[in-house]
């Protein structure tokens, strides 16, 4: 019976994923899984201390739908939908919700790498900066200017060129996938483990 159990358990929870502060600074993660989608969650807490330099390391299901994990909001967001159409895993880094700091997905299958890995703050365009740290940087950097929509791709387009420049595997925007470089997959019968790293 616990043998059972066991293999029960280790087939509900079979990907690994890491999640490493390469920051200099302490960040708060937060995982959100979108229980309209699927009900199946990490086995990890929705939220922890990284001190910098820290890692954890914890298990999400096979067919984890919607998952997010982020610093603290508006930001860069990490996203995966394992399991999903074509048998394929989709992941993405996205500056969609804003940007605070450069994030990196690998694996350990040799799928693609989605990331932002530049620091968008020191040149950001002043529309669309948040109130400024005690250094001058703004704290998080909003996508669009305040008061702004997604749906009003005149203004997202407008700074497009300098968040896909900057960030070109990342979503710049939310109907990025047109770029070829926003959404990245991963055949999911590779079993894929995935390392979310911040500050790369």
Same mark, same amino acid.
């Given at each position: ?22 920051c ?21 807490p929705?939220?922890?201390?990284a ?48 940007f %605070?700091?450069?994030?990196r997905? &690998?694996?350990?299958? !040799?799928?693609? #790498?989605?990331?932002? *890995?530049?620091? +968008? ?15 001058? %940087?703004?704290?998080?950097?909003? &996508?669009?200017?305040? !008061?702004?929509? #997604?749906?009003?791709? *005149?203004?997202? +387009? ?43």
């Open positions: 019976m616990k043998l059972l159990l066991l293999f029960a358990i280790t087939g509900a929870f079979a990907r690994t994923f890491k999640v490493h502060n390469s200099k600074f302490t960040v708060w993660p937060a995982i959100f899984t979108d229980l309209n989608v699927a009900p199946n969650i990490p086995n990890h929705t939220g922890w201390e001190k910098p330099g820290s890692s954890v390391t914890f298990h999400v299901p096979d067919n984890w739908k919607a998952g997010r994990i982020w610093g603290v909001p508006p930001a860069t967001v990490a996203e995966w939908t394992l399991e999903a159409d074509g048998n394929r895993d989709f992941y993405d880094v996205s500056l969609v919700d804003g %605070n700091f450069p994030m997905i &690998t694996n350990n299958k !040799g799928c693609p #790498v989605a990331d932002c *890995p530049t620091d +968008l703050n020191p040149e950001c365009p002043s529309p669309l900066r948040e109130p400024q740290d005690s250094s001058g %940087n703004p704290e998080t950097l909003q &996508t669009v200017a305040p !008061g702004t929509t #997604v749906l009003r791709k *005149p203004v997202l +387009l407008r700074y497009y060129s300098y968040f896909k420049t900057n960030c070109r595997n990342a979503y710049a925007y939310a109907y990025d996938e047109s770029s070829g470089t926003a959404l990245w997959t991963c055949d999911a019968g590779l079993k894929a483990n995935y390392t979310l790293t911040f500050c790369p």
